[in-house]
């Protein structure tokens, strides 16, 4: 079983800023969607079942790894998102992840940090102060801030 990542993030820009990463990021169930920032490839999100994934044949593994440099969704979110899943929204507390110009994000195993980064870029002029915790209270912790897509203060480890 993964251990959740519990990620806040306070946003500070202009409420026009502010709204419009909203609609880039929520998805009509008003969730916040990895997919919005960094697509996954819908190619290797047909093997999100395990059952399709360990039926896949070696010559559609070979394609799969040509295209997108995995045949294998969770590795490739591991590489482009720093974790293998999407938000896990059911996991924030209340169901919620958004509060005025508070996020909250549920995630499996790691800080979703190329995604966070990514944003920032898209959104330069939103300032992102984070905090994050893993919920076994392991090496995964810490907070800092985005502007930029780069982190410019902070203090976090995140597993080797």
Known sequence: MANI???RIALKGTQSDIDAM???VATENNDFDFNAIIPCPAELSEFE???KLLGMSKEKSAELVSKYGF?????????HWGTKDNNRSE???GGAWLSE???ELATSDCFPYPVLAELSKQFPNVDMDFIFADEDAGCNAGNGSFRN???VTG???LPD
């Open 49 to 51: 079942d395990a059952t």
């Open 101 to 103: 110009d508070i996020v």
């Open 22 to 24: 909203y609609a880039k």
């Open 155 to 157: 203090e976090y480890r």
């Open 91 to 93: 996991e924030v507390m």
């Open 71 to 79: 045949s294998n969704p969770y590795l490739w979110r591991m590489e």
């Open 149 to 151: 897509g780069e982190v």
């Open 5 to 7: 990542i519990r990620v």
